[in-house]
C-alpha cells in the first residue's frame, strides 16, 4: 500500500508541474501576442510596400504601361519562374477600375496570399476618393488599431500598429 500511495504522489506532482508549465507558457504567449501581431503586420507591409515599389519602377523603366509584368520565383521552387501582370493607374500605381472588391484583389495580386495575417482574417475597408484624380484607399484592417493602408494615387503605404 505505502508503494501504491508513494506512486500516486509522484503522478500528482508530475501532473502540477506539468500544468504549471502549461500555464506560463499561456501567460507567456498572451503577454507577447500584441508583439507578435505587431511584428507580423510590420512584416506584410514591408512585402507590400516592395512589391508596390517594384511595380511602380518596373512602369517607370518600360514606358509607364498600362499593366506590367514582373516575373517571380514560384512558391517552393529555386528555377521555376511565373509572370505577374499587374494593372496600373496613370500614376503607375497598383490599381483596378472595378466598382467592387478591388482592394481585396489588389491584396491579392501584389501580396499572392490569402487575406489573413497570423491566420485572423482580414478586413478591407476601401474609400474611394472623387477629385480630378479618381482614386481608392484601401484599409487592410486587423483589429481596432493595427491596420495597412494603401493610397493608389501616390502609392503610400502606411502601417498602423
Known amino acids: 500500500m505505502a508503494n501504491n500511495s508513494v506512486t500516486q504522489i509522484k503522478l500528482l506532482l508530475i501532473a502540477t508541474i506539468i500544468l504549471i508549465l502549461m500555464s506560463c507558457f499561456w501567460l507567456y504567449l498572451n503577454k507577447n501576442q500584441d508583439d507578435l501581431a505587431k511584428t507580423a503586420m510590420a512584416s506584410t507591409a514591408a512585402q507590400f510596400t516592395s512589391k508596390v515599389l517594384l511595380i511602380h519602377s518596373q512602369w517607370m523603366m518600360t514606358g509607364k504601361p498600362e499593366h506590367v509584368v514582373i516575373k517571380q520565383r514560384q512558391p517552393g521552387s529555386n528555377s521555376d519562374y511565373q509572370q505577374l501582370i499587374v494593372k496600373v493607374n496613370k500614376f503607375g500605381w497598383p490599381d483596378l477600375q472595378i466598382e467592387h472588391d478591388a482592394c481585396q484583389r489588389i491584396w491579392q495580386r501584389i ?51
Open 111 to 161: 501580396l499572392g496570399v490569402d487575406m489573413k495575417i497570423l491566420n485572423k482574417p482580414i478586413i478591407v475597408i476601401e474609400r474611394r476618393i472623387n477629385t480630378k484624380h479618381k482614386s481608392r484607399v484601401c484599409r487592410y484592417q486587423f483589429d481596432e488599431r493595427k491596420y495597412i493602408e494603401y493610397h493608389s494615387l501616390n502609392g503610400k503605404i502606411i502601417n498602423k500598429n
